[in-house]
Structures are given as C-alpha cells and as structure tokens.
C-alpha cells in the first residue's frame, strides 16, 4: 500500500510540474491601453463592423483598429512600449502576445504616421514589428517614427525593409525610405551637427518685430509631439 501510495505521488509531481512548465511556456495576451487621447478617436473591435467613440483606460485586444480624425492624437501604452498614433491615421492592432522572455507586438499601419518608444525590461525582451503595405520596421528596444513607406530613427536601431531585398539597419538620427509599392529602402544616415547648425544672421538696417511663438493645438500628453519630419 505505501508503494503504491509512493508510486501515486511521484505520478502526480511529474504532472504538476509538466503542467506548470507547458502553461508558463504558453503565449498569454498582452495588453494595449488607451491612456490619453485628443480629438476624434474611434475603435472598431474584434469581430465587429461599427465603430465607437474611445474613451481613456479603455483596453484593446488583438485585431482591433485605432482610428484617429482631424487634429487628433492618441496614446496607447502597450506593455513596455509607448504608442503615439497621429492625426488621420488607421492602425489594427495584428497580435499581442506575453511569455516568458518575450513581449510580442505587430501592428499593421494602413494610413497616417506614428511615433513608437519601445523600451523592454531588463529581465525580459520586446518584439515589436509595425508593418504596412509598403515596408516593414522591426525593433527591440528604440525611438522611431514611422508613415508607411518613411521612416525616422530617434532613438536605438530599427531594422527596416521594404517588399523585396535584404532589409537595411537604421541607426539613431538616420532615415529611410522606400517607394509606396515597396523595394529596398534607400537609407539617409544621421546629419552632420555641422549641418545642423543655422546660418549666421545677414546684416540689415531693417529691424523686425519678434513673431510670436508658435505652438500646437494639442494639448499637452505627456510626451512630445512632432510635427513633422
């Protein structure tokens, strides 16, 4: 009886722990959180043809769309990462996913333009891929814009390719571009600071006033907001 007793309890910690390492082992859903937004912002959700008004705290599954209108922003944190979807631009959100090392995160851009900071935990590692009909950027830790077929590195690396041919590293301060049908990206590397430096003013007799400065209509979201390339 003991040995048969003994027998049944190494049976069952063989399948505890087969059962904890297949379930630790399993992609679980990752989640996509709307923190702010300014403007129009419409969702259309998983297996739905209509779409609704967003509202902040709301939370996003795969397969859902992120519609921005006129003038509007919004800002979607995705795990570690940092999503900033500009005006007139559709995104779906294609797959989100966690285990144990891996944050995984694909999104396809149909229209518009968006900012991405992506910075991955220490003890785990982000997969972030934005794709479109033209070109696709792939990252693991960085600060990039992105508007389909143009891409801008701020921060880190990307790796970037269009339809056809070996994809091209982009590195901090760097460029790319590939045509709206896709192909090899033609790559733009970071400007020399000389080059950025403005020209001495030129010496006139005419004094002008001060313009006032110019600001956003956004309103303040926390991050920054570009207003163009």
């Known amino acids: 009886m003991k040995t048969m007793l003994k027998v049944f309890s190494v049976t069952c910690a063989f399948f505890l722990f087969a059962a904890g390492s297949f379930f630790a082992g399993r992609a679980e859903a990752l989640q996509a959180v709307i923190r702010d937004f300014a403007g129009t912002v419409e969702v259309k959700l998983p297996s739905s043809d209509t779409w609704e008004s967003a509202q902040r705290g709301q939370t996003l599954s795969g397969d859902t769309t992120i519609s921005t209108g ?6 979607i944190e995705i795990g570690s990462s940092l999503l900033t979807v500009r005006p007139l631009t559709r995104l779906t959100i294609t797959e989100l996913s966690q285990n144990q090392n891996t944050e995984k995160v694909d999104l396809n851009l149909q229209t518009g333009r968006l900012r ?13 891929t934005v794709r479109s009909s033209s070109a696709t950027a792939s990252v693991r ?15 880190g690396t990307v790796e970037f390719s269009g339809g056809s041919g070996s994809p091209v590293l982009i590195d901090a301060g760097g460029s790319a571009i590939t045509g709206e049908r896709g192909g090899r990206p033609v790559y733009s590397p970071p400007a020399d600071p000389a080059e ?9 007799e005419t004094v002008r006033p ?4 110019r600001t956003s209509p956004l309103p303040d979201m926390g991050v ?3 207003l163009g390339f």
Not at 70 to 75: N, V
Not at 210 to 213: H, N, R, S, Y
Request: proline fraction near 12%; hydrophobic fraction near 35%; charged fraction near 30%.
């Open 141 to 155: 830790g960085t600060v990039f814009e992105f508007d389909t077929f143009r891409l801008r590195v701020r921060e």
């Open 116 to 128: 991405a900071e992506v910075n991955p935990p220490v003890e785990t590692g982000v997969d972030f």
């Open 224 to 226: 920054t907001i570009d």
């Open 196 to 204: 950025l430096r403005p020209d001495p003013p030129v010496a006139s």
């Open 210 to 213: 001060e313009q006032p400065e």
């Open 70 to 75: 006129f003038k509007s922003t919004a800002l």
